[in-house]
């Protein structure tokens, strides 16, 4: 008979981290690998396409780093919350709600005030509208004992239907020859592009500031400390006296806020007006999960994971065209990629022994 037995690890070189990181990423690609097999793809050639198409031109490599943006900036406010084991599911809501805020102050301050004026107001409403969005969840959480997991889920579909609400309502634009679409923003409100690109520069140095300083938090302040002990010992943070309620709700505000800047970003730097939910993010919020775990909830390394999933967004798109497979391929990518990703983790946490015969 076979017994297993699983039993904490005390510790795990860095090194030893880092090949399980690979062997995870490694068994997930052959995984994916044998999905293309059943769908009658090569899946050698498939994966030259999703990488070609992402890397392997300067044009795919400019689109890469314009689909980057939003997943560094959720993905390093994800890694926040994360390390304090608060799953914020919904950072794709709080990356639409701080669209809705970010486009309404455009469309209202913008006529009137310059870029240098209006531009940060709208990043201010965004962090704003994303913070507000993040904190119900955690006040559901500290008063109502009510599972994160399920009400930041829930807040996606009701923002999104918000969104729609307002596109085919009040904000619906008289000049878009009946599209659910709202005003474009005025010039002054709408964010440069790096030339020959849709990369918005002032969207891509807030995300790279944003996840070096939150990285700094994390492990050079009191802050900081508070959050990987509330993650890591919950019994000795209470006994130290940490406070749950503030620290919950500050890791909140603050990746919420970080998405709602995504969501100005996407608004002012790529469409110029507010439309559908599924327009305005490709599924940033839900890749940008992957993408925190990927960086084992470093905020700084999620610069590179995040380069690395939209290069896989940019090469789906490739192979959708090419092998004629369905949307849904990159999902299917990224959520085969995010099981083996977690359990690499367990593996680097867990020691799993296989013992045969009868238990002693």
């Known amino acids: 008979m076979l017994h297993v037995n699983v039993s904490n690890r005390e510790q795990i070189s860095a090194l030893g981290t880092f090949l399980t990181l690979v062997l995870a990423l490694a068994a997930g690609m052959v995984a994916i690998g044998l999905l293309f097999i059943i769908s009658g793809v090569n899946p050698f050639f498939a994966f030259k396409k999703i990488f070609s198409g992402s890397f392997g031109s300067l044009y795919g490599f400019k689109e890469t780093i314009t689909k980057a943006i939003p997943l560094i900036l959720i993905g390093g406010g994800l890694a926040l919350v994360f390390k304090a084991k608060f799953w914020n599911i919904g950072a794709e809501s709080q990356l639409l709600m701080g669209a809705i805020f970010g486009t309404w102050v455009g469309l209202n301050w913008g006529p009137a005030l310059p870029a240098p004026v209006i531009v940060p107001l709208m990043f201010l409403a965004g962090f704003l509208g994303g913070a507000f969005w993040g904190l119900i969840p955690a006040i559901l959480k500290l008063r109502y004992s009510i599972n994160e997991v399920i009400s930041t889920l829930m807040l996606n579909y009701i923002c999104a239907e918000f969104l729609t609400l307002l596109i085919v309502g009040p904000w619906k634009s008289p000049k878009k020859f009946g599209f659910p679409y709202t005003d474009d923003l005025p010039e002054s409100a709408i964010l440069s592009l790096l030339p020959g690109s849709r990369i918005h520069t002032a969207t891509l ?36 006296g940490i406070d749950f309620s503030r620290t919950t709700m500050l890791i909140m505000v603050i990746s919420g806020g970080m998405a709602g800047l995504a969501g100005v970003g996407e608004v002012a730097g790529i469409h110029h007006y507010l439309s559908y939910p599924d327009a305005i993010s490709s599924g940033y919020g839900f890749t940008a999960i992957i993408v925190a775990w990927l960086a084992k909830l470093n905020p700084v390394y999620v610069i590179f994971s995040g380069i690395f999933f939209a290069g896989i967004l940019v090469g789906g798109d490739a192979i959708q065209i090419s092998l004629g497979l369905p949307a849904a391929t990159v999902a299917v990518f990224n959520g085969t990629l995010l099981i083996f990703l977690i359990m690499g983790d367990f593996f680097t946490k867990n020691k799993v022994c296989i013992q045969v015969g009868e238990r002693a």
């Open 205 to 240: 140095i807030v995300a790279v500031v944003a996840v070096v300083v939150l990285t700094i938090v994390i492990y050079k302040t009191r802050f900081g400390y508070e959050v990987r002990v509330i993650g890591e010992n919950p019994d000795a943070a209470r006994y130290a």
